[in-house]
């Protein structure tokens, strides 16, 4: 069982950035795909950005490309999601998740979760 653990979370102003982290254990990271969900309240969970284990191929929801990347660090077994240029929209909780099975954009593609971190922006 693959376990996750994000940090970076916080309030940020309209316009300002912010970098998350999760940090994986219990696996093997360098074959895990990874992808970042996030929840805003009263809304279902929604893909945000995923990368692949093997050639690390990213892909985006069309409401972060170009705002957000998505980066993994496989010898600290960590995945990045790095978000400029944040807007009041972007508020919500973020969860990382990971698959053995490769990337997608359906959270039933993902066997393990994280906790989630808040992130709120501010207008």
């Known amino acids: 069982q693959v376990q996750l653990t994000e940090s970076g979370g916080g309030l940020v102003q309209a316009g300002g950035s912010l970098r998350l982290s999760c940090v994986a254990s219990?696996?093997?990271?360098?074959?895990?795909?990874m992808g970042w969900f996030r929840q805003a309240p009263g809304k279902s969970r929604e893909f945000v950005a995923a990368i692949s284990w093997s050639t690390e191929t990213t892909y985006y929801a069309d409401s972060v490309k170009g705002r957000f990347t998505i980066s993994r660090d496989n010898a600290k077994n960590t995945v990045h999601l790095q978000m400029n240029s944040l807007k009041s929209e972007d508020t919500a909780v973020y969860y990382c998740a990971a698959s053995y099975r490769g990337t997608g954009s359906g959270a039933g593609w993902y066997d393990s979760w994280g906790q989630g971190t808040q992130v709120t922006v501010s207008s």
């Open positions: 219990g696996g093997t990271f360098s074959r895990l795909a």
